[in-house]
């Protein structure tokens, strides 16, 4: 019995420096993401953005690189694999769907930011409910979240190209806007 009790304070100590260690080194490497994040000059402004972090804002940087080297953000949607293709097999077609034909960590980084963008960015959360509500052809849980992570690429390729910060009331045009006060 005592023999059982010294191999599990071992395995439990050992553990423990193990994940004093994992902290440790997680610590450096958001300092290394954040410092490098400060030197692209995009950070303070992708920051600015309610609910987006230093690991996914440099997540986002580094699958993309400089936002500045697109003509136009439907090219940063497309290489995340978010544009549009017709779903049909032979006689049948049933609509759209994403392509998946981009970056799947650039998907899983958007996709990671809208989810947390939904539950702390009021604008975000409103148009959650919005597309998930509307009359005409709601959207499920999953492909409202997909349609957050492009607004997200808008924002932040928006924000970027004028070189300003968030401004919450120019998150939305006054046709979204009005389609958002019928629903609610």
Same mark, same amino acid.
Request: hydrophobic residues 40%; contains cysteine; positive net charge.
């Given at each position: 019995?005592?023999?059982?009790?010294?191999?599990?304070?071992?395995?439990?100590?050992?553990?423990?420096?193990?994940?004093?260690?994992?902290?440790?080194? +997680?610590? $450096?490497?958001?300092?290394? #993401?954040?410092?490098?994040? =400060?030197?692209?000059?995009?950070?303070?402004?992708? &920051?600015?953005?309610?609910?987006?972090?230093?690991?996914?804002?440099?997540?986002?940087?580094?699958?993309?690189?400089?936002?500045?080297?697109?003509?136009?953000?439907?090219?940063?949607?497309?290489?995340?694999?978010?544009?549009?293709?017709?779903?049909?097999?032979?006689?049948?077609?049933?609509g759209t769907k994403i392509s998946k034909r981009g970056r799947k960590n650039l998907?899983?980084? +958007?996709? $990671?930011?809208?989810?947390? #963008?939904?539950?702390?960015? =009021?604008?975000?959360?409103?148009?959650?409910?919005? &597309?998930?509500?509307?009359?005409?052809?709601?959207?499920?849980?999953?492909?409202?979240?997909?349609?957050?992570?492009?607004?997200?690429?808008?924002?932040?390729?928006?924000?970027?190209?004028?070189?300003?910060?968030?401004?919450?009331?120019?998150?939305?045009?006054?046709?979204?806007?009005?389609?958002?006060?019928?629903?609610?």
């Open positions: 019995m005592g023999y059982g009790l010294v191999s599990a304070k071992l395995k439990l100590g050992l553990m423990i420096e193990e994940l004093e260690l994992l902290t440790k080194q +997680l610590k $450096q490497l958001e300092a290394v #993401m954040e410092k490098a994040l =400060a030197d692209t000059g995009y950070g303070e402004i992708i &920051l600015g953005i309610p609910g987006i972090g230093v690991v996914t804002a440099a997540s986002f940087l580094g699958e993309i690189g400089d936002p500045m080297r697109f003509d136009h953000l439907r090219q940063i949607c497309k290489m995340a694999g978010y544009n549009l293709i017709e779903d049909s097999s032979g006689k049948n077609k049933s998907r899983n980084v +958007l996709y $990671q930011m809208a989810r947390t #963008m939904v539950a702390v960015n =009021a604008e975000m959360k409103e148009l959650y409910q919005y &597309l998930k509500t509307r009359p005409n052809n709601p959207l499920k849980k999953k492909q409202a979240l997909v349609v957050i992570s492009k607004k997200i690429v808008t924002i932040i390729y928006s924000l970027v190209k004028k070189q300003t910060g968030y401004q919450a009331e120019l998150v939305f045009n006054k046709f979204r806007k009005n389609q958002m006060k019928q629903v609610a």
